[in-house]
């Protein structure tokens, strides 16, 4: 018999990732969950050939302040900041302000860029990927801190639109 608990968290990784089938077989079992169809947002639960009852996981709770990486959280923006423009890290690695420990970092808070200015190094398999600003402004915060491990999405940089 499946766990219940390993089924939630497939179901959960299929919710958050907008996957609409997943499929998986061993010797002894086979499971294969869908979404869509008339009830979109509940999955449907197909346990060794005979549908099974499933109560979706409330979904993530996606309000509430991201922890930064010594857990506290942060404060949510002050007004103001609304105009602001958040770059993101394109990738999982760790986080880089300069080319190397020798020398200054990319930028630094109140630093004027353009577009195609690099603002820091993501390192990712070995690979350092260079991060590029898309708009022009003046660095008004940085978000990660020098090695910091860094995932998919998270705030690298936030910049004022000059």
Do not use: H, W
């Amino acid at each position: 018999m499946i766990d219940i608990r390993k089924l939630k968290e497939l179901v959960k990784l299929m919710v958050e990732n907008d996957l609409s089938e997943l499929d998986l077989r061993d010797e002894q079992e086979t499971v294969t969950v869908k979404r869509g169809g008339q009830a979109a947002d509940t999955p449907q639960v197909v346990y060794n050939g005979m549908p099974a009852q499933y109560t979706q996981p409330a979904p993530a709770q996606t309000s509430a302040p991201a922890a930064t990486d010594g857990g506290a959280a942060e404060a949510p923006s002050a007004p103001g900041d609304g105009d602001l423009i958040t770059v993101e890290s394109p990738m999982v690695g760790s986080f880089y302000t300069a080319a190397n420990p020798d020398t200054p970092p990319f930028v630094k808070v109140g630093d004027s860029v353009s577009p195609g200015t690099v603002l820091c190094l993501v390192e990712a398999m070995k690979v350092f990927n260079e991060i590029k600003a898309e708009s022009g402004g003046t660095i008004a915060k940085v978000c990660a801190s020098n090695g910091d491990a860094v995932e998919f999405g998270q705030p690298l940089f936030m910049i004022r639109p000059s």
